[in-house]
């Protein structure tokens, strides 16, 4: 089993005395060779982002490394998602799980173990940056990462992708890698209508990994014992590649 998660924009720094290096570092160095290349102006129009931003991270690519240093990358992340993960409070077993299951999806990175050492960058997956022949990151990191999830699956029992990414991230899985992706869905019910909300959602994610490492869940089944924060698994929303879970609104 692979649980696929997104990352952040919002990044800390907290350097670790080890040395991991993400998988595919050399891809890695293509990207920040052509962000690096471009100037402040550039950056705002390319990532939509205002001037004070685009500074700080024009510094940031301006002398970025690859060097197997820098901070754990589920420290890294600061978003609600990981918050509510709470990285930080697991224990030697939780934290061996997260590193056989858990994988990161990134625009710079590809994919990510929890523990692959990693510097803050911005740089989100629909980012229309072209490199070499791709025309967006899309195109660099589908072949790439969906190969990778495949033989990680493939050395599996349990041979299946648990999704709590974004669609932003998990649209760059090709269909071969979707015949075994299970999407995980967080609903608020309001009125007796289950909606989607956001900020919930995000929580929920949060909680989902965190309860799956310190429960050491391998199966589907135990997959549906989540009751965090009201949540209860609805099987008639659910089908064979989504699996529901709703909570009242309170």
């Keep these: 089993m692979i649980i696929l998660i997104s990352p952040t924009k919002t990044m800390v720094e907290n350097p670790n005395d080890t040395y991991c290096m993400s998988e595919f570092f050399e891809i890695s160095k293509s990207i920040m060779k052509a962000l690096s290349g471009s100037s402040i102006e550039g ?31 589920i420290l890294a992340y600061q978003g609600i998602q990981y918050k509510y993960m709470q990285p930080a409070s697991f224990n030697k077993e939780e934290r061996q799980y997260a590193q056989k299951h858990l994988r990161i999806l990134s625009g710079l990175y590809g994919i990510l173990k929890p523990y692959d050492n990693i510097y803050p960058y911005r740089l989100e997956m ?113 089908s064979v590649n989504e699996m529901v879970f709703v909570k009242n609104k309170r």
């Design 126 to 238: 629909q980012t229309k940056l072209s490199i070499n022949e791709y025309k967006n990151l899309y195109a660099l990191w589908k072949p790439i990462i969906s190969k990778y999830i495949m033989e990680e699956i493939q050395k599996s029992e349990e041979p299946y992708i648990l999704n709590l990414a974004s669609n932003e991230y998990s649209k760059v899985l090709d269909e071969q890698c979707k015949m075994y992706m299970i999407t995980i869905s967080f609903k608020v019910i309001k009125e007796g209508i289950p909606k989607n909300e956001a900020t919930q959602a995000k929580i929920a994610r949060g909680r989902m990994v965190h309860f799956l490492a310190n429960k050491d869940v391998h199966t589907l089944d135990e997959i549906k014992q989540f009751h965090e924060d009201g949540y209860q698994y609805d099987e008639t929303l659910s």
């Design 43 to 73: 950056l705002m129009k390319l990532m939509k982002i205002k001037e004070p931003l685009a500074t700080q991270n024009h510094e940031r690519f301006s002398n970025f490394s690859f060097d197997g240093k820098g901070t754990s990358a």
